[in-house]
């Protein structure tokens, strides 16, 4: 078995990946800089589209240089986000900061399951994959609950060292991939050369063309696709605006981190019983119940006091909206369409977040974040409604 210590090596790469201490305090941090919420939501937008526009080229470097150097050149350019965040005072070098950040995020993305699934692969244990990526998404929960409750901890003795343990554990995952042995397949000999921005156009092209000849055919695909990855992004608002509206409130980094790490428990603890509840009260129970619930969470958190509590409560319909969405979907898509629908599902995301993010920040700051918060809830119920007249009348 010449690849085994791959996946020893993976699963220790996951967790000091999953150990990003600044993941739920960043907006705190720049807010505390100066900046404004709608700077803030520019930048997040930013990130999403550079890792919108970089995502065929990036995922060429795996391809082309391999796994390990793919892994490598993202710890590198993730480690040099954290520094510029950290030290940067302009918003152009916090620009830098977050495109940095995306390079470091779409070099590992696709990289990191292609080495785990090589691995297995060349050593014939192909039928392992599911096991082995299970207990790597485990140890990336853990992580991340560890990393809420002590970047906490730490934002609230100081900023910077929630920043430094970010930039240790982010030299630590790249010092760990330097031991990765990388998976001998066969390259192709001669490869076409086009410039970054032809193949990122020429691959826009043809995915919004098959994408949409596809949507033509079965349109509720089209519709259920930009249902669920609307409300993905609501929640991921709520996720990063939440920060700021807390500290507004008086809560303190432990405290807010406290709140993260619950959530996160819940989220992972209604996922794994998914498939459980489903087989109480079935799919199109879920799919109704699901959005439903979300409703009330968003208003919840938008018209009461009890933000913290209906935050909390928001986890465990995402821990069951997440793999009920992508199983009833999959069920949807025709095998032949199914990569490139799901490609989609991706693109439509990132589009969502960079129009909803810093409309959020934006009305934030011109109003209040309570009335951003009503206004995704507004949002919300207006796709609800249709969503649920599709559903009844989806055949069984």
């Known amino acids: 078995m010449r690849y085994t210590r791959n ?5 220790a790469f996951s967790f000091s990946l999953s150990l990003s201490f600044t993941h739920g305090l960043w907006m705190i941090y720049l807010a505390g800089k100066g900046f404004s919420l709608m700077q803030l939501g520019l930048l997040e937008a930013i990130f999403h589209s550079t890792s919108f526009l970089m ?3 990036t995922g060429s470097v795996a391809d082309i240089w391999g796994r390990k150097a793919s892994r490598i050149a993202g710890r590198v350019s993730y480690t040099l986000s954290l520094v510029f965040m950290l030290y940067s005072s302009t918003f152009l070098l916090q620009v ?3 495109v940095l950040s995306a390079l470091g995020y779409n ?5 990191g399951d292609a080495l785990l699934y090589d691995s297995l692969l060349l050593d014939g244990q192909q039928d392992r994959y599911i096991k082995v990526k299970g207990n790597d998404e485990l140890i990336n929960q853990i992580g991340s609950i560890l990393s809420f409750l002590v970047g906490g901890y730490l934002a609230s003795l100081n900023f910077a060292l929630a920043f430094y343990a970010t930039i ?3 030299v630590i995952g790249l010092c760990i991939a330097l031991f990765f042995r990388e998976p001998e397949l066969e390259k192709q000999e001669s490869r076409v050369r086009t410039s970054v921005w032809a193949s990122v156009l020429s691959s826009l092209k043809s995915q919004i063309l098959d994408s949409g000849k596809v949507f033509k055919k079965t349109p509720r695909i089209g519709f259920f696709i930009l249902f669920s990855e609307s409300l993905f992004a609501f929640m991921v608002c709520l996720f990063f605006y939440l920060q700021n509206h807390w500290t507004h409130l008086g809560y303190d980094p432990a405290s807010i981190g406290i709140v993260f790490s619950i959530h996160a428990a819940v989220a992972a603890f209604f996922s794994v019983k998914a498939h459980a509840i489903e ?3 079935g799919q199109k129970g879920l799919l109704v119940c699901c959005p439903l619930m979300l409703l009330v969470t968003l208003w919840g958190v938008a018209l009461t006091p009890y933000s913290m509590a209906f935050y909390v409560l928001s986890a465990s319909i995402e821990g069951l909206l997440i793999p009920t969405i992508s199983t009833y979907l999959n069920q ?3 095998s032949k369409f199914r990569a490139t629908i799901l490609s989609f599902q991706s693109m439509a995301y990132s589009l969502f977040m960079i129009a909803i993010f810093p409309l959020v920040g934006l009305v934030g700051n011109l109003v209040s974040l309570r009335v951003a918060f009503a206004l995704l809830a507004c949002l919300a119920t ?3 409604i249709p969503y649920l007249v599709m559903l009844s009348k989806q055949k069984r």
Do not use: D, T
């Not at 996946?7 to 699963?11: N, P, R, V």
């Not at 070099?107 to 990289?111: D, I, N, R, T």
């Open 382 to 384: 207006l796709l609800v």
């Open 332 to 334: 949807l898509i025709p």
């Open 7 to 11: 996946i020893g090596l993976a699963y």
């Open 107 to 111: 070099l590992e993305s696709g990289a």
């Open 279 to 281: 087989k109480r009260i």
């Open 168 to 170: 240790g554990s982010a």
């Open 55 to 57: 995502e065929v080229p």
């Open 96 to 98: 830098l900061a977050f």
